[in-house]
């Protein structure tokens, strides 16, 4: 069993909807990551908390708005998403962003297709 | 330059091959190094951190060239399940902070 926990596993979204994607770990990592992966692509980085502040934001469109309610949580929140957004979308976590040494834990993700 | 490039394959062995798999990283700050398995569908899982002096995990034999900026991995008597897109990762300095760059992956198929 992984050790990141992502819910929900499958979303099926409209393009009006609004939706948020949660993520937690309990390894005590004081840094947390999302990660947007398309199919047959490697994982591409969207955004980079640090002790529950955002330190990384790779120019992600405003219809996705992070969160980080504490060091153990961390939430992707959507709306008016467009079709080429579906994708799995990943959580990772890490000791810290600046001593990555030990690598990401993955979550298993979240498919989410926007029709 | 892409920050990280890996071979393209597909690679498609018999079971009991040796593969190699090779990458390239484009920061000369990169200091963290990692060779991570995707299984389809599934998420990324950390296969072996990439030492300066090489090292090795029963099959799995990883190598850094920092002068190069390339890294390696040789994966020995290959098995069945073995066979899983094999993705190169590289640190990225960013400021104050740092992220994990991804290779694009080389999907591995080991037959019987």
């Known amino acids: 069993d992984t050790e990141v926990t992502q819910t929900p596993k499958h979303l099926v979204m409209g393009m009006t909807n609004k939706k948020s994607l949660k993520c937690e770990q309990h390894?005590?990592?004081?840094?947390m990551y999302w990660y947007k992966q398309k199919a047959k692509k490697p994982p591409e980085l969207m955004f980079v908390?640090?002790?529950?502040?955002?330190?990384i934001n790779e120019s992600v469109p405003s219809r996705f708005s992070p969160e980080c309610p504490n060091s153990s949580l961390l939430n992707l929140h959507l709306h008016a998403l467009q079709p080429e957004d579906s994708a799995l979308y990943l959580c990772a976590s890490s000791q810290s962003v600046t001593a990555p040494g030990y690598g990401y834990t993955f979550g298993s993700g979240t498919r989410l297709t926007v029709v | 330059r892409k920050e990280v490039e890996q071979d393209p394959g597909p690679f498609n062995v018999p079971e009991g091959a040796t593969v190699a798999f090779n990458c390239t990283y484009s920061n000369s700050a990169s200091q963290s190094f990692f060779w991570y398995r995707q299984d389809c569908r599934k998420e990324p899982k950390l296969l072996m951190s990439v030492y300066s002096s090489g090292n090795e995990d029963g099959r799995f034999t990883a190598q850094l060239n920092r002068a190069s900026q390339y890294i390696s991995l040789l994966i020995r008597d290959s098995k069945l399940s073995d066979s899983a897109t094999y993705l190169c990762v590289v640190n990225s300095p960013q400021g104050g902070s740092e992220k994990l760059v991804f290779g694009k992956g080389t999907k591995l198929t080991v037959n019987p």
């Open positions: 908390y640090s002790y529950e502040k955002l330190s």
């Open positions: 390894m005590g990592h004081r840094a």
